[in-house]
Nanobody
């Protein structure tokens, strides 16, 4: 079992940047692949980015590739999402998630992830 707590969301103008953090409880953080998802009002939860247990491999959705960067610090039990060149269409609640049995990090399906945070709101104004 792991508990995830996101932080760092807020209101930013288009073209701006934000860094989200997700801190996990427990001593087994490095055993989980981690992902970020987002959900806008009236839309399904959408994959954003994922990272392997060691941090050596990352994977992004086409919509954020080149603008967002996922990273992790296993010593701090934290995964980050650096978001640059933000657009109004990036507005959503952002969730981090942990995959306890990762066969691959190229997973878009939220049901593949085992634990979720409560989410943090990101709003990008035009």
């Amino acid at each position: 079992q792991v508990q995830l707590v996101e932080s760092g969301g807020g209101l930013v103008q288009a073209g701006g940047s934000l860094r989200l953090s997700c801190t996990a409880s427990g001593r087994t953080f490095s055993s989980y692949a981690m992902g970020w998802f987002r959900q806008a009002p009236g839309k399904e939860r959408e994959f954003v980015a994922s990272i392997s247990r060691s941090g050596g491999s990352t994977y992004y959705s086409d919509s954020v590739k080149g603008r967002f960067t996922i990273s992790r610090d296993n010593a701090k039990n934290t995964v980050y999402l650096q978001m640059n060149s933000l657009k109004p269409e990036d507005t959503a609640v952002y969730y981090c998630a942990a995959d306890a049995f990762p066969l691959t990090i190229e997973v878009h399906d939220p049901s593949e992830y085992d634990f979720w945070g409560q989410g943090t709101q990101v709003t990008v104004s035009s």
